[in-house]
């Protein structure tokens, strides 16, 4: 009987024997460097898109030359300014007769502002909202809110607003000079002021928000209900 050797299962050199097929091994040096071509074909695209935008904004304000709008207080209606003290609720003493130095002060306040918005541009401008504040000795009193609004080229328009004040208190140094102001001065000054905000269209895009700032000195005689004095100016033009 003829019995196989076994050395043809075990052996490693010989032609029979099997071998465990090794995959190739690819390393990850090319997708590396296909990544970094795709992240410099984007950064040299941004860089492209963004010079062209800056060129188009050069290119816009050659040709349009834009200039700060122009938003300043026109008129104030007075409906009635009334001062009163918790000694004497009437709002003004007789002429002459200096009030008792009170505690506190109250005071009620009905006026109408009208503002005009002046746009000198070429091109449209849209405004935001805003809210200006109404102080007596820097203490505010109320707020004249203005919606906003798009006003076309070279055009001038009018806002009116109203501020109601309901009995205000105010108190300790300030109200004896509100009391004193009204009663002996006939002449109660207010302060309005607030950021008007604009920006300026051109072919559906808007530029950065101008910001002006309006600063409003007024005087109010209690006696005949009526404005006495009025001075607007503009502080300054931040972007």
């Given at each position: 009987?003829?019995?196989?050797s076994?050395?043809?299962?075990?052996?490693?050199?010989?032609?029979?024997?099997?071998?465990?097929?090794?995959?190739?091994?690819?390393?990850?040096?090319?997708?590396?460097?296909?990544?970094?071509?795709?992240?410099?074909?984007?950064?040299?695209?941004?860089?492209?898109?963004?010079?062209?935008?800056?060129?188009?904004?050069?290119?816009?304000?050659?040709?349009?030359?834009?200039?700060?709008?122009?938003?300043?207080?026109?008129?104030?209606s007075?409906?009635?300014?009334?001062?009163?003290?918790?000694?004497?609720?009437?709002?003004a003493?007789?002429?002459?007769?200096?009030?008792?130095?009170?505690?506190?002060?109250?005071?009620?306040?009905?006026?109408?502002?009208?503002?005009t918005?002046?746009?000198?541009?070429?091109?449209?401008?849209?405004?935001?909202?805003?809210?200006?504040?109404?102080?007596?000795?820097?203490?505010?009193?109320?707020?004249?809110?203005?919606?906003?609004?798009?006003?076309?080229?070279?055009?001038?328009?009018?806002?009116?607003?109203?501020?109601?004040?309901?009995?205000?208190?105010?108190?300790?140094?300030?109200?004896?000079?509100?009391?004193?102001?009204?009663?002996?001065?006939?002449?109660?000054?207010?302060?309005?002021?607030?950021?008007?905000?604009?920006?300026?269209?051109v072919?559906?895009?808007?530029?950065?928000?101008?910001?002006?700032?309006?600063?409003?000195?007024?005087?109010?005689?209690?006696r005949?209900?009526?404005?006495?004095?009025?001075?607007?100016?503009v502080?300054?033009?931040?972007?």
């Amino acid at each position: 009987m003829t019995t196989r050797s076994n050395g043809d299962g075990h052996g490693h050199g010989g032609a029979g024997s099997w071998y465990p097929q090794r995959r190739p091994h690819y390393g990850y040096g090319g997708g590396s460097a296909s990544f970094r071509g795709c992240c410099c074909c984007l950064f040299l695209l941004l860089t492209f898109l963004a010079l062209l935008a800056l060129a188009v904004a050069l290119v816009v304000v050659l040709v349009v030359k834009p200039r700060k709008p122009q938003f300043d207080l026109n008129q104030v209606s007075v409906q009635y300014l009334l001062v009163a003290s918790p000694t004497s609720p009437a709002a003004a003493s007789p002429a002459g007769v200096p009030p008792a130095a009170p505690g506190a002060a109250y005071l009620s306040l009905n006026i109408t502002l009208l503002f005009t918005a002046e746009n000198p541009n070429k091109v449209g401008i849209r405004y935001g909202a805003t809210a200006f504040d109404v102080m007596y000795h820097g203490v505010p009193l109320g707020v004249a809110a203005v919606p906003g609004f798009e006003q076309p080229a070279h055009s001038t328009r009018l806002l009116q607003t109203r501020v109601i004040v309901d009995r205000f208190n105010v108190l300790q140094t300030d109200a004896q000079d509100l009391v004193r102001d009204a009663a002996i001065n006939d002449r109660v000054e207010l302060r309005i002021t607030g950021d008007v905000g604009a920006k300026i269209l051109v072919l559906g895009f808007s530029s950065p928000k101008v910001q002006v700032s309006v600063d409003c000195a007024i005087a109010i005689s209690p006696r005949s209900q009526s404005l006495k004095y009025k001075q607007c100016g503009v502080d300054g033009l931040s972007v």
